[in-house]
């Protein structure tokens, strides 16, 4: 069964400005966001900005509201996967998926012996991870997807922006990959936005990552080409707060997201 679950990114809250930047929601008020606007679930944000153990259970429970995942960085050429342990950690109790993605930059290949090293450790704690492609790593472009692929038998999340952004074609990547899709995060992106900025960082934090319906990403038909797929689905618009941003805003745009699927797509 397909279930729709939102993320703290898309109130503008991440590893990059919880604790640093002064208008990041606290988690209760993105909690309540969430499940007010419908969803599902959430995935874990910045390891501990949702709590942990009983105070993260109790939290998500109050609001009706599963775990769905949890993204991890690494630099898969480094022996330490201490990071991942305690994601796994974090996730153990709620059958939530642990989602890899290299820490980038973009400096040459993944380490795919790295890689079959964190799906092993994941393994053997008993979650099954996806591998997050994602745009300024080692593992953006179609190409670097199907080296992975190849190279390992992680499971892929697949992530419309991401891959759009990066070139690909989300519905091309179900067609090709669609037997080891796992999870997906589904994104819009304006790729007028990333041509207008000077590198992708800067397209990023520029709002590239805009509402379902109002970019570049082919949405009906990368539904249309899901089939059999049957787990989490992840809307997230990141967002980078500036200076003066008010969340107010993110957080109605959220309620239109969700909206969009309903009236769109029917889930």
Known sequence: MIRIANAPVSYGAFEQTVGVLPNVPDAHVVLDAIAAAGYAGTELGPYGYLGTGAALRDALERRGLQLAGAFVELDFGQDSLSGLETTLEAVEPFGARPILADSGPRDGDVDLAGVARAVELARSRGSEPAFHHHMGTRVQTPAEIERLLDGTDVALLVDT?????????????????GERVRHVH?????????????????????????????????????????GSYDDWIVVEQDWFPRPGDDPVEHIAAQERNRRWLSEHVRI
């Open 186 to 226: 589904l994104k819009d992106v304006s790729l007028a936005v990333l041509r207008g900025a000077r590198d992708w960082d800067e397209a990023w934090r520029n709002g590239a990552f805009c509402e379902l319906g109002t970019g570049d990403v082919v949405l009906l038909g990368f539904f249309d080409a899901l």
């Open 161 to 177: 922006g991401h891959l759009t952004a990066a070139g690909g074609d989300p519905v091309q990547a179900l067609h090709d990959w």
